[in-house]
């Protein structure tokens, strides 16, 4: 294959507060699979959905088949050929597949819909993939692969020349995985461009022709497959020359079992997670996108429903078995949305932080609130989490991430339980804000607490556990000390043994 | 290689239960008043209760499109008892063809929806606000053209409501043709298919290309043109049109449209054979009542009754009701930042 | 006005996130209903002699005692971002059963704790079928709206019930100094409720729950407890409006629980300043709301302007009121 397909070339894009891409460029030939592959954050969906038309990059240049092309709106991307099958499939459960797939192209005829034609292209569709659905199966009544089947060929009926996968295989089952597999063969047969985003190695070692690496927003490295091995890959993903790097930490002072996990599990989304979590102990969670992590510490909180599983929490010097439901009146949650779950926006600082410890802030005049005994309350630990605001009124949406993260973490403060669950702590916060956060953590476990932080970054929870657990599809898959490298703990997330 | 699964649509409990479960209802329903009033259950009875449920198919058939995007329309009494007076004042005051009453009635519905589908589209105003606004508006204007006061049509067009083909009542006809094309309109048109679509989720049928606010808009203007059809066939009927027209027709509606299947959550339900089965059975339950001799103010509680299990049920169904549950990526839920978006330092 | 720009911005043209921020409340929009009244007062007594008089002041409360009550109970359901729509008809079943006991020849005291009664069990049912069985909860109240309706009037067979007792209908209307029974019902209420909304825990939960209640949960809010409250509070509000549009109708019947009370109630909360999407408003809110929809119409029938076009003006002012309420949110 002489010519590429497509060429990326430059392309350049940032967010306030941080560059996603800063020059990426690469190739693509006709009838190869090229996999993007890297961290989170190292802005593969940012560089694919450049080319899907959903963000406009400030610099670069797409070229395709040779011609250079202007893509401002999926709908740009769909005529020049390029179709997108996202993690999150758009599904319409109580219709059709074929009413799903062609709701807005329907053929007509006289204004009505040519119900004939519609299900004999559809039908068609299915059997280039290799199905023979029936198009009046209703897609609640599929199973997510199935479904995905349907994404798919939904995304082929404009013949496109440019085919994005992004994590295809994260609900699937092994032979629906196989099946994937088939279909991208076909379409390569047939001399599509295939891009496979993934970052789960072993599927990349596959399926892909090619691989490129991306790190922070630039190409670090790539080629053909063969050339490749899953170190390369892992080195290139984490960076070699930041694989000593050492974060300075007290050793700590560990004490007894505070809380217990034992057979954690939710159909379909975690399975059998059994851990513990001791005093003054920071255990990392750790894993890649979409293996489960936020949905343990859901689970824990009673916020998910689980299907079993036994969780055990210290109370009055006693072990004892706790309804999820129950559990937070022992933990402080910071969860990884703090605009959506951890804050209530229009509401003061004021507010937001006494907002758990109510009861203890009335004093003598229950039901009312001390308003004194509150602004003490509030201000002591303002001052005590270098909070930054003009006065305790001030709304939390006008509050910086670091801050706002802060009035989180203030707020339990104050009830002073036993466990945190952190998810995501420094998510969209500044070098100093982390830097904070990564303190406070710290602080806390010196106090006595009990941690488990959830983070995808991996120099964050390097700077922070105690010991880490890495999770990969629903599972708990290896326990590493303290001392584990970066390489280790990359390895273990992306499934490499 | 090939997979040559050939994945049938299974026998499907939930779904069975769904389309007919109250059509078990009815035939209990049936059986009860029949064994209660000896006459009850005679082709008489039927042919009745069928020409008295004409105008609710009719309007239930508009506003089942609104219903189904998984929003509420409870103006539609009161577009009723407006177009009704409207064409009624056309006639008898103002002495002007049939006909022409006719065509004015129509648009004052459109356009009533129209009024409806700005305030909640443009405007953006929560559906229920909008239409309890308008429910209200509305009326106060009826009841101000017609000063409260009750409207005959002349003799002529008084004995045109009550004609049979047959033994068959023309309305009965009428209300079976709008429903033959309203069904149409929602099994075979886009439109209908988008409506669906954007029950099943507003953000999922945008992602997919659909112009949901054109199509929201349009639900709700098909909705009062239904609705002033309707009141055609009720003023028709009845030979005149009386300060109470109407009132009460959003319930008896929405009850009709759960009862047949349709379901306030959006996405689900039939015209036909939903509304037919849902419009019969609410009829039924009237008639039989009258027979057995019951108070007539027994009726609305009795349906208010209805309302309450049938919605009952209907919230019921949506929690059975499998969502798709992917192990997707732990970004927020919304406000929706497309993956790379989201702010991480480099 | 600037405090600082939020932080999830709107990218690019392509990926217009619309961020609807609950209401930010400048100083012109908290106090725009008082202002409001104010202003209403103002023309009013320019106009009419007698009206700036504490007569007056007083029969206006009067007049809006039994709205101004069941505002405050809609304006709690309305704070926790639900709503509800069976007050009328809560509080007709809950006056008739009342009513019918008095005149059975039962203590009116009894009468009067069973107009209480009733309103708040049917309350709590609403509570109930939203928090523990997550029902829409203008579904379940439009039902509820329903039922009672329709109960009243068959109960009543379309025939108010008169002729209470003496005893009953006097004590109602007797004044405390200037004041009738009424609208010290009112005051009092009021001031218990906004006492609570504002300074008490509860309160605080409250809000908490209609601003966000997966936030709410996760902070350790029984949210839960709080919905089925809210809305068997505003069953006991209607109660109350029960038991003094009685005394002022001297009789109970079906035409209380019209569904046109509805509009009157969610107006007066939505113009008092109370915000349909929760999170947001007190009972002087629903006080003040109440009043000037009092007054309007009053205004409405001096001016011979026919009861039905105040009705169009109603709907009118109500979806506006709505429409300006949630495009602050949005900017």
């Not at chain 1, 040779?66 to 996202?86: C, E, K, T, Y």
């Not at chain 2, 009862?259 to 015209?271: A, K, M, R």
């Not at chain 3, 009894?110 to 107009?115: K, Q, R, S």
């Not at chain 3, 909860?137 to 003496?166: D, Y």
């Amino acid at each position: 294959m002489a010519e590429p397909f497509l060429k990326m070339v430059d392309i350049k894009k940032s967010f306030p507060g941080v560059q996603a891409l800063k020059g990426v460029s690469f190739e693509a030939y006709p009838g190869q699979v090229l996999g993007l592959v890297g961290a989170n954050g190292a802005g593969k969906s940012t560089l694919m959905n450049v080319l899907g038309g959903v963000v406009h990059p400030d610099e670069g240049q797409i070229v395709i088949d040779g011609q250079l092309v202007m893509i401002n709106s999926p709908l740009d991307a769909a005529r020049n050929g390029v179709a997108f099958v996202h993690q999150d499939l758009a599904m319409l459960p109580t219709m059709s597949i074929a009413d799903t797939m062609f709701i807005t192209s329907f053929p007509t005829k006289t204004g009505l819909i040519d119900y004939k034609e519609t299900k004999e292209r559809c039908v068609r569709a299915l059997r280039r993939l290799g199905f023979n659905f029936d198009p009046d199966t209703k897609i609640r009544n599929l199973s997510p692969g199935d479904q995905q089947m349907v994404e798919i060929a939904r995304a082929l009926l404009s013949n496109p020349r440019i085919i994005i996968f992004d994590e295809p295989t994260s609900s699937l089952t092994s032979r629906e995985k196989e099946r994937l597999f088939d279909v991208i063969d076909n379409l390569k047969k047939e001399g599509t461009v295939v891009i496979y985003i993934s970052h789960l190695l072993d599927e990349v070692f596959k399926i892909c022709d090619y691989a490129i690496v991306l790190r922070n927003g630039e190409t670090v490295g790539g080629g053909p497959v063969k050339g490749l091995t899953y170190d390369d890959i892992v080195r290139l993903m984490i960076g070699s020359k930041q694989i000593n790097q050492y974060y300075s930490r007290q050793s700590r002072q560990i004490g007894d079992t505070v809380m217990q996990v034992e057979g954690l599990r939710r159909k379909g989304i975690i399975e059998e997670i059994s851990f513990s979590l001791r005093k003054g102990e920071v255990v990392g969670l750790w894993g890649l996108l979409g293996s489960g992590r936020t949905e343990v510490a859901r689970a824990i909180m009673g916020l998910d429903p689980t299907d079993g599983g036994v969780i055990r929490i210290r109370i009055n010097g006693k072990m004892q078995p706790v309804r999820p439901s129950d559990a937070k009146n022992w933990i402080g949650m910071l969860t990884e949305n703090r605009r959506e779950e951890g804050l209530l926006l229009p509401m003061s600082v004021k507010y937001n932080m006494s907002l758990a410890n109510l009861y203890a802030l009335s004093g003598k005049r229950f039901p009312f609130i001390d308003r004194k005994l509150e602004n003490q309350q509030v201000k002591k630990y303002i001052n005590r989490l270098e909070i930054k605001i003009s006065g305790i009124e001030q709304k939390v949406s006008t509050l910086s991430g670091g801050n706002q993260q802060k009035v989180i973490v203030g707020r339990w403060l104050q009830k002073n339980p036993l466990i945190y669950l952190m998810d995501e702590p420094t998510r969209g916060l500044d070098v100093g804000a982390k830097a904070d956060i990564r303190n406070i953590i710290n602080e806390l476990a010196e106090s006595g607490a009990a941690l488990l932080v959830i983070s995808s970054e991996i120099e964050e929870i390097m700077s922070v556990s105690d010991r880490y657990l890495v999770m990969n599809r629903g599972h708990i898959v290896a326990e590493l000390p303290a001392e584990a490298t970066k390489e280790e703990l990359m390895a273990a997330a992306a499934g490499v043994r | 290689m090939l997979s040559k699964e050939k994945t049938q649509s299974p026998f499907n409990l939930r779904d069975f239960l769904f389309t007919y479960g109250f059509l078990i209802v009815l035939v209990a329903v049936v059986i009860y008043f029949s064994a209660a009033a000896p006459n009850f259950f005679s082709l008489n009875t039927l042919i009745l209760v069928l020409h008295t449920a004409a105008p609710m198919f009719v309007l239930a058939s508009g506003l089942a499109f609104v219903i189904m995007t998984a929003k509420l329309d409870i103006s539609v009494g009161s577009i009723v008892y407006l177009a009704s007076a409207v064409g009624a004042i056309m006639i008898s005051r103002m002495h002007l063809p049939f006909p022409l009453a006719i065509l004015v009635i129509l648009m004052v519905g459109a356009l009533a929806g129209a009024i409806n589908g700005f305030t909640v589209v443009v405007l953006k105003v929560n559906p229920l606000i909008a239409t309890l606004g308008t429910m209200m508006a509305l009326r106060g204007l009826a009841l101000q053209l017609t000063n409260s006061m009750v409207i005959s049509l002349p003799q002529n067009l008084r004995t045109l409501g009550n004609v049979r083909i047959g033994g068959i009542y023309v309305d009965i006809i009428i209300a079976l043709v709008v429903l033959l094309i309203m069904n149409l309109v929602h099994t075979r048109t886009p439109f209908g298919r988008q409506v669906m679509a954007i029950g099943n989720g507003s953000e999922v049928a945008e992602r997919l290309g659909v112009k949901v606010n054109w199509v929201n808009f349009w639900a709700f203007v098909l909705s009062g043109l239904m609705a002033s059809a309707s009141s055609i066939l009720l003023l028709l009927q009845l030979g005149a049109v009386s300060p109470d027209a109407g009132s009460g027709y959003e319930f008896s509606a929405i009850a009709t449209l759960v009862i047949g299947g349709v379901s306030l959550f959006g996405g689900e339900g039939t015209i036909i054979p939903g509304i037919i089965m849902g419009g019969f059975t609410l009829q039924v339950i009237q008639a039989g009542l009258n027979y057995i001799g019951a108070s007539v103010y027994a009726y609305p509680f009795v349906r208010g009754g209805i309302i309450f299990v049938a919605m009952f049920a209907d919230a019921l169904k949506v929690k059975v009701k499998p969502r798709v549950k992917m192990i997707t990526d732990e970004e927020p839920s919304l406000p929706k930042v497309p993956p790379g978006n989201e702010i991480t330092p480099a | 006005m600037t405090l600082g720009k939020p932080e999830v911005q709107t990218l690019t043209k392509n990926q217009e996130i619309p961020v609807v921020l609950p209401a930010r409340r400048s100083w012109l929009s908290r106090f725009a209903p008082l202002i409001l009244l104010v202003a209403v007062i103002a023309v009013l007594s320019l106009f009419i002699p007698y009206f700036f008089t504490l007569t007056n002041f007083v029969s206006v409360l009067l007049q809006t005692s039994a709205l101004a009550v069941m505002a405050i109970g809609e304006t709690a359901v309305l704070v926790t971002g639900g709503i509800d729509l069976s007050i009328p008809g809560m509080m007709a079943l809950g006056a008739i059963f009342g009513a019918m006991y008095m005149k059975a020849g039962g203590n009116p005291l009894i009468a009067i704790f069973i107009m209480l009664l009733v309103p708040s069990l049917l309350g709590a049912i609403n509570g109930l079928s939203v928090s523990r069985f997550n029902m829409i909860p203008f579904v379940v109240t439009l039902a509820m709206q329903a039922i009672t309706g329709g109960a009243a009037i068959w109960i009543t067979n379309q025939l108010s019930i008169s002729g209470l007792p003496q005893i009953f209908t006097k004590t109602m209307l007797a004044k405390i100094w200037i004041l009738p029974v009424p609208v010290v019902i009112l005051f009092v209420v009021g001031a218990i409720v906004q006492l609570f909304l504002t300074r008490s825990i509860f309160g605080r939960w409250l809000y908490a729950t209609g601003t966000n209640i997966r936030t709410s949960r996760i902070s350790g809010i029984p949210t839960e407890r709080v919905l089925f409250f809210a809305y068997t509070f505003s069953g006991l509000m209607a109660g109350f409006a029960g038991v003094i549009l009685t005394a002022r109708l001297a009789s109970a019947g079906a035409p209380m629980g019209k569904d046109s009370v509805v509009l009157d109630i969610i107006s007066s909360a939505a113009l008092g300043g109370v915000s349909i999407m929760g999170g947001v408003g007190t009972a002087l809110n629903a006080v003040i709301g109440a009043i000037i929809i009092t007054l309007i119409s009053n205004v409405m029938n001096m001016a011979n302007v026919s009861y039905y076009l105040t009705l169009v003006v109603e709907g009118a002012v109500l979806v506006v009121v709505v429409a300006l309420d949630a495009w602050r949110r949005r900017r």
